[in-house]
């Protein structure tokens, strides 16, 4: 009797056990927000939603690293699931619907790899059902007409990193952080660009050598760069004091441009006499040749006298 019912148990455990899919929709916390709602309407009926990462090549990513887009993992919520109770292919509409599929490492304003389209299963029969709620999606949706196409891919689940337990609280503080670090870069790269139009404003290119100019960018950069830290770093009277500093190596920087000027003038002129100075040499080969014709000249005439 014992064993009839454990036997009834086993049977009975293997009917509902959970099936798993991986999906990667953009934003993982907007994805389990997408499912959250459908659940609550009454539209699906699911075992759990969990946050991770997959599809990348290193072991035990976090969110720091897969935002800077470090270890090729895509930003994921595994879904469990029972077939006899929710079938996979109502997950899949939920899906498809639930963000853009066509869109290549992005979704609206989020972009980079992490935030790619992607569905991750486990076995032929998820693989079998998920294509074929890709065909059932095309048929009835008009975003394909004519241009877009599908950028999801659909791969065998290889592993899933739960994403840390206090996702909600750290995510804020690192997209702060990145946030910041990305400003700090285009604040140089502008600083650059002014740098390269000043510089290059009233310059004449058949007076002014190319290694001068890369020269001057190299020093103007590095400069910038330097300056762009100090100000961030250093309070009100500080940032005072480097803008001195920074006129002060503006003016040397010019006098040493007006140096290099001056030199290239003068290599010019250089240039120039040793042209005329071959142009004389020449004039001079050229007469003593003459010289040479007449005197030769003569002496046939004395000899035909004589």
């Not at 109502?90 to 979704?107: E, L």
């Amino acid at each position: 009797m014992v064993y009839k019912l454990l036997a009834v148990l086993v049977c009975c455990a293997a009917a509902v056990a959970a099936d798993e899919v991986v999906l990667g929709m953009g934003c993982f916390f907007k994805a389990k927000k997408t499912f959250q709602e459908a659940e609550d309407s009454g539209k699906l009926k699911l075992g759990s939603i969990e946050q991770g990462y997959a599809g990348g090549f290193f072991k035990k990513p976090d969110y720091r690293s897969v935002m800077k887009g470090k270890t090729g993992h895509a930003e994921v919520i595994k879904i469990t699931y029972t077939e006899a109770d929710q079938p996979l292919r109502g997950i899949m509409s939920v899906f498809w619907h639930g963000h853009d599929p066509t869109s290549m490492h992005a979704q609206g304003d989020e972009i980079g790899s992490q935030y790619r389209s992607l569905v991750l299963y486990n076995t032929s029969a998820q693989n079998e059902t998920i294509f074929a709620s890709l065909e059932g999606f095309l048929a009835e949706s008009e975003l394909l007409e004519g241009k877009a196409k599908i950028q999801t891919e659909v791969l065998p689940l290889e592993v899933f990193w739960p994403a840390e337990s206090n996702i909600s609280t750290i995510a804020p503080i690192v997209d702060a952080e990145i946030k910041q670090e990305h400003d700090t870069y285009v604040k140089h790269i502008k600083a650059e660009r002014k740098g390269l139009d000043r510089l290059t404003a009233n310059l004449d290119p058949n007076v002014v050598s190319k290694r001068h100019l890369d020269k001057s960018f190299k020093k103007h950069f590095s400069r910038a760069a330097e300056n762009e830290d100090s100000e961030s770093d250093s309070s009100a009277d500080a940032k005072k004091g480097s803008e001195s500093s920074e006129d002060k190596e503006e003016e040397k920087e010019e006098k040493d441009e007006k140096k290099e000027e001056k030199k290239d003038e003068k290599d010019e002129k250089d240039e120039k006499k040793d042209e005329k100075k071959e142009e004389k040499d020449e004039e001079k080969e050229e007469a003593s040749g003459k010289d040479d014709k007449e005197t030769v000249k003569v002496e046939e005439k004395d000899i035909d006298e004589v």
